[in-house]
């Protein structure tokens, strides 16, 4: 070769591939081929959808460039792999030609993602302050989650002070906390019987006393639940039914199913306008959606 070529430090992975999609044509095959593979060897969970962007000649003979999207939930994030022109071989890794990373020109720039709001099903969910407000957040949460106490905090903190912010809360319990279900479909069962019912035990499971209850056992939590609608007038029974067949259950998983469209990685996940907020919501952040 005239090219001198050099391979970074990420390395080269030769994969065969192996197509068992029979209804596609050929090259839809390789595309669906090499998505596959490159799942498998970067490990990158089902929920993160990869697309194909395109095509193109490479530098490498009889290889073909692949660009691809990995699309995370809050940028997608460009990636270039080489393949070979029958399928078989899959290169994965930085490609340096005189010193250039040409997988990385290729590739580009992650770029932030945007979320259709209409896809949350904003409209089945509780809401706090302003119906119309100017700037809606939507929030993934859940009562064990210490860091989602801490967002909650500063969110009420907020709601105070600018009654233009529509906030809407989506459970999104975490396995890797064994009383998140629980604790969700508690809350969701006061869902059923109206707002302030829901919003009463929300605040009460983010306060310091229902942070210290909530390792408790479900009947304990229950019962604590129990006497603090009673004593807002809010309708026991219709909470008990609620529990009792299920229902609060349902809305729990229909919020997580919304969640994991996106899909939701981790809590607390607050979305703004459509936009991902990294690092949390505070004052700085929220005057740019608020025009000041």
Same mark, same amino acid.
């Not at 593979?37 to 490990?43: A, T």
């Not at 009792?244 to 981790?266: F, H, Q, W």
């Given at each position: 070769?005239?090219?001198?070529?050099?391979?970074?430090?990420?390395?080269?992975?030769?994969?065969? +591939?192996?197509?068992? /999609?029979?209804?596609?044509?050929?090259?839809?095959?390789? =595309?669906?081929?090499?998505?596959?593979?490159?799942?498998?060897?970067?490990?990158?969970?089902?929920?993160?959808?990869?697309?194909?962007?395109?095509?193109?000649?490479? !530098? &490498?003979?009889?290889?073909?460039?692949?660009?691809?999207?990995? &699309?995370?939930?809050?940028?997608?994030?460009? +990636?270039?792999?080489?393949?070979?022109?029958? %399928?078989?071989? &899959?290169? +994965?890794?930085? +490609?340096?030609? #005189?010193?250039?990373?040409?997988?990385? #020109?290729?590739? %580009?720039?992650?770029?932030?993602?945007?979320?259709?709001?209409?896809?949350?099903?904003?409209? #089945?969910? /509780?809401?706090?302050?302003?119906?119309?407000?100017? =700037?809606?957040?939507?929030?993934?949460?859940?009562?064990?989650?210490?860091?989602?106490?801490?967002?909650?905090?500063?969110?009420?903190?907020?709601?105070?002070?600018? !009654?233009?912010?529509?906030? =809407?809360?989506?459970?999104?319990?975490?396995?890797?906390? !064994?009383?998140?279900?629980?604790?969700?479909?508690?809350? %969701?069962?006061?869902?059923?019987?109206?707002?302030?019912?829901?919003?009463?035990?929300?605040?009460?499971?983010?306060?310091?006393?229902?942070?210290?209850i909530i390792k408790s056992e479900r009947g304990v &939590?229950?019962?604590? =639940?129990?006497?603090?609608?009673?004593?807002?007038?809010?309708?026991?029974?219709?909470?008990?039914?609620?529990?009792?067949? %299920?229902?609060?259950?349902?809305?729990?998983?229909?919020?997580?199913?919304?969640?994991? #469209?996106?899909?939701?990685?981790?809590?607390?996940?607050?979305?703004?306008?459509?936009?991902?907020?990294?690092?949390?919501?505070?004052?700085?952040?929220?005057?740019?959606?608020?025009?000041?």
């Open positions: 070769m005239a090219k001198k070529i050099l391979f970074g430090v990420t390395g080269l992975i030769f994969l065969s +591939l192996v197509v068992t /999609a029979q209804s596609f044509p050929q090259e839809d095959k390789l =595309v669906q081929g090499t998505i596959e593979q490159i799942r498998m060897q970067m490990r990158i969970p089902k929920e993160i959808q990869i697309t194909f962007v395109e095509k193109r000649e490479s !530098p &490498i003979p009889d290889f073909t460039m692949m660009k691809f999207y990995v &699309i995370g939930p809050d940028r997608e994030t460009p +990636l270039v792999v080489y393949v070979d022109k029958t %399928g078989e071989k &899959i290169i +994965l890794g930085s +490609l340096i030609i #005189k010193g250039e990373n040409v997988t990385r #020109k290729e590739a %580009g720039e992650p770029k932030p993602r945007k979320i259709d709001m209409g896809q949350l099903d904003i409209e #089945k969910s /509780a809401v706090r302050g302003s119906r119309e407000g100017k =700037v809606t957040v939507v929030e993934f949460s859940n009562f064990e989650c210490p860091y989602c106490v801490k967002s909650w905090a500063k969110m009420n903190e907020l709601l105070v002070k600018n !009654p233009q912010i529509k906030y =809407v809360f989506k459970h999104f319990p975490l396995q890797t906390l !064994p009383k998140s279900f629980e604790l969700s479909e508690i809350a %969701g069962a006061a869902q059923e019987v109206n707002a302030e019912a829901f919003w009463a035990v929300h605040d009460f499971l983010f306060s310091t006393e229902g942070q210290a &939590i229950v019962k604590k =639940v129990e006497e603090l609608l009673a004593g807002k007038n809010q309708d026991v029974k219709a909470f008990q039914t609620a529990l009792e067949k %299920g229902l609060g259950r349902k809305r729990v998983e229909a919020d997580m199913a919304t969640g994991n #469209k996106i899909p939701i990685m981790s809590t607390p996940t607050v979305i703004v306008n459509g936009d991902f907020i990294r690092g949390g919501l505070n004052e700085k952040v929220l005057e740019k959606y608020l025009g000041k």
